[in-house]
């Protein structure tokens, strides 16, 4: 699990430098009275070819460096394919999320970019977001889902009602360990949620909040498809 990483700190002026947009929206979370999550980043990326290992190795060893963060409260790694990983996270304000974005993780994420990554860009495969609703109960995370939509002209705030929504549905699902429904920017929405094993995936996606989706996307979504839900493996988690 702790597989160490290398450092170095070039590049270290782009993390800091990375611009954050902030949205003036509230939380309401009563799984979890302690949660502080508001806003957060979700980090994407592509291995070059031969070294998914490598890669999948750098992000679990990450948890032992990111433990040592305290203003950051969630942290997960995972992997959508073969060669595709990504990075979500959370933190109370902006300041916990500018202290991770100069700490070891990110020094670490940008020094070995061009050796592991494939066409990595700061701007475009960070991306900092703000928490709309979230459920967090305690319990095992192995497996995931990571569903990114945008929605149609004039149709933000129904979309995010719907997400607002949806987090009440989903608190009636014990094997939903954890669920987020986040903003990226104006158009751009995500649920990002987290099971123990397949078998609580598979009851979400045949759940409420999957069948709402699904009926209200020709209305609120701009081209949605059932390819826009990537299933996940969770590789380390804070």
Not at 71 to 79: G, K, L, N, R, V
Not at 82 to 107: C, M, P, W, Y
Request: charged share 25%.
């Amino acid at each position: 699990m702790k597989t160490k990483i290398p450092l170095q700190l070039t590049a270290l002026g782009l993390v800091i430098g990375l611009s954050t947009q902030t949205f003036s929206k509230s939380k309401n979370n009563n799984m979890k009275e302690t949660t502080k999550e508001k806003i957060g980043l979700l980090v994407t990326m592509k291995a070059k070819l031969g070294k998914e290992q490598e890669v999948k190795d750098f992000l679990i060893g990450g948890l032992a460096l990111v433990n040592q963060e305290l203003q950051t409260e969630s942290w997960f790694a995972f992997q959508i394919d073969d060669r595709t990983f990504g990075i979500f996270d959370t933190f109370e304000n902006e300041k916990g999320r500018q202290a991770h974005l100069s700490g070891e993780v990110a020094k670490a994420l940008l020094a070995n970019a061009d050796s592991l990554l494939e066409h990595f860009e700061v701007t475009t495969n960070i991306q900092p977001f703000n928490l709309l609703a979230s459920k967090l109960i305690n319990g095992e995370e192995h497996k995931g889902l990571l569903v990114i939509m945008k929605s149609k002209e004039g149709k933000s705030a129904d979309v995010e009602n719907f997400l607002l929504a949806g987090k009440e549905m989903v608190n009636d699902e014990p094997k939903t360990i954890s669920w987020y429904a986040i903003q990226l920017d104006d158009n751009t929405f995500a649920i990002f949620d987290t099971f123990a094993n397949d078998k609580g995936r598979n009851e979400h996606l045949n759940g409420q909040v999957a069948a709402a989706l699904m009926e209200n996307a020709p209305t609120i979504l701009e081209g949605f498809e059932t390819t826009a839900i990537q299933k996940i493996d969770v590789l380390a988690s804070k």
